[in-house]
């Protein structure tokens, strides 16, 4: 299987981390730093739309919630839009299995996005992201979800709760 890769809008490019991988595929990953491991070791989805189709924006804040994801370990972090953690010093950019199991949640998890910390709740950071998307990555998945990650991947929902401006 290769090729582009849809689970209700978190994105993937099957051939990143495997041989079937074009020249412009494998430049792309060595000119951006990125560690592109088998599909056996991690894959990886990304999302930069909320669950009506509008873009993730720092002024908005999000819930992101899912099941048990089908993989030894998970995390979704937020990425700028110049696909680097923005910059600044809030230590919330990821989310991960165990932060749900802390918080009693590996069945069914959530956590909000926002720029500011919300009063309770488990939180990442859009301060300082402007436009963002959010990245998740499956560590050892399940042999299930490398030969048909559309019909396996229970994808994460992301509702957009509130904006401090009309977007």
Known sequence: MGGVIDADGWLSDWTVGSPSANPWTRAYIARRGLLALTKEEAVYFTRAKDDTGKPLVEDCTYRVSGDAMPALWWSVTLYDATNYLPK??????????????????AAHWSFIVAPERPSEGNWVSSRSAGSFDLTLRLYKPDAALIDNPESVLPPPSIERLSCRSQS
Not at 96 to 104: F, M, S
């Open 88 to 105: 600044n010093t809030d230590q919330a950019l990821s989310y991960d299995l165990t932060k749900a199991n802390d918080a009693g949640q």
